[in-house]
């Protein structure tokens, strides 16, 4: 489902709080030229005036979607940034064990 940006990041933070409790919460950012379909390969098409930002966020069967343009990135990537650190409590640790075991067998050489 595409939204609007504002709309995107409330439903995002709506996602992150279940996500806690049912599974893994998984996003995607990728260049995105504004095309819905394939091109092909032979035409020398004109590069789009402006790059967009798509981003999908998917949490078991829901999915959510939205494109920021170059104008919006910074008041964007700024709430966005603030969800994430909001939002990142619940990672797991990494293992001590076998990340000091292979650094001992270096420091040993």
């Not at 996500?19 to 590069?47: A, F, V, Y």
């Not at 104008?71 to 990340?99: I, R």
């Amino acid at each position: 489902m595409l939204l609007e940006n504002d709309t995107f990041l409330t439903e995002l933070t709506k996602m992150f709080q279940k996500g806690k409790s049912s599974g893994s919460l998984m996003l995607t950012m990728k260049r995105w030229d504004g095309h819905t379909k394939p091109q092909p390969r032979k035409g020398n098409l004109p590069d789009p005036t402006e790059f967009k930002c798509l981003i999908r966020a998917s949490l078991g069967n829901k999915k959510l979607s939205t494109v920021v343009s170059q104008k919006d990135v910074n008041k964007f990537q700024m709430a966005y940034a603030n969800l994430l650190k909001g939002n990142m409590d619940g990672l797991k640790k990494k293992d001590k064990k076998s990340a000091t075991g292979k650094s001992k067998s270096k420091a040993t050489h």
